[in-house]
């Protein structure tokens, strides 16, 4: 293979396939290789632009929802002129032959109960061809497997389950001195449970449900949120602002809950339980299906009761000290390698092998 290709809508710190993408290059650099990289914006003050041969496609011009078709487009274009042999689709592109899927929007409008509109028809459609017309379909998770094969009909034959990387150097167990500094600097106190709630979608990623579930409760457990402000505070609901570095929130928080809507993977659960923070999800999440036992208490979808019920269990838990230390917990805690080169790896040599069928 002469030249491995990159396609994604951004090359900078932006949304979650963004960050994937940002992973991925620094992974196929560790192992030598340098891919051309076709997207709609870079920053080219970050460290990953130099090692990729960038290529812009402009999209700026159009309205939003055309942006995505002009994309597909220009790049079978581009691909041809930068002697692209095998290209991998981080985003809706129809001449990819890795197509990335952290995500399907036919399954978003199932999950949410939302009628299509005509934008997301032709997002549909997108998605179609780009899974039509690929050689292989990584899916990011089995949740993700099941809709490719259900929603898209995609063959199985096509398709291979490799579940998302975590850059391990930034999220790993803290000491006791550190954690506790790190309760100290987000404010939250010795008696406190603090269950650490990240998102910049609150009503997706459920913040009404877990109100809810602690509305008139005796536990005393407090909501710490991350990311975008709610719309009203309240003595078990704490802002504490957009953090950069959501590893010390997860180092010095006791849980890390969601009650997501949608959730094709959910990194932050990995993201946590590699820094010895148990997880409360709902078993709908994606990343359920990677993380151990042990370190993660599950609860039905939308189910008030379930999760309340899951609450008590992982609080009572929580106090009578059968739960694991931080470090003991994160050591086992996810089911497959999540280091960034393993992930590399196994795509490069996906490339690999398609390159040598055609």
Known sequence: ????????????????????????????????V??????????T??????????????????????????FSWRLRAARRAAHVDVLIGCNRVDSSDVAICGGTHLGFLRAT??????????????????????????AHSKLMHDELRELYGVDEAKIRVLFPPVDGTRFSPTDAATRAALRQKYGFADDEIVLLFPSSSHERKGLPLIEAALRDTALPVVVAVAGRP??????????????????????????????????????????????????????????????????????????????RVTLERAVREYRDGTRRAPPELARDAVLYDPGVAAHAGALLTLARQIDAAC
């Open 1 to 32: 293979m002469k030249k491995l290709g990159l396609s994604s809508n951004a090359l900078q710190h932006s949304g979650g396939f963004e960050r994937y993408a940002m992973d991925l290059v620094r992974g196929l650099a560790a192992l030598g």
């Open 34 to 43: 340098e891919p051309a990289f076709f997207a709609r914006r870079f920053d």
């Open 45 to 70: 003050s970050l460290p990953e632009c130099k090692l990729v041969e960038p290529h812009r496609i402009n999209v700026s011009f159009l309205p939003g929802k055309l942006r995505d078709h002009w």
């Open 113 to 138: 109960g939302r009628a299509q509109k005509r934008s997301d028809r032709w997002q549909i459609a997108l998605e179609r061809r780009q899974y039509e017309r690929s050689k292989v379909v990584v």
């Open 230 to 307: 709610p719309a009203r505070a309240s003595e078990r609901l704490r802002y504490i602002g957009y953090v950069k570095e959501l590893a010390e929130c997860y180092q010095a928080a006791d849980f890390t809950i969601l009650a997501s809507t949608y959730e094709p993977f959910g990194l932050v659960g990995i993201e946590s339980v590699m820094c010895g923070t148990p997880v409360i999800f709902p078993s709908s999440i994606g990343c359920c299906d990677a993380i151990a036992p042990h370190a993660k208490f599950v609860f039905a979808p939308a189910d008030l009761t379930d999760l």
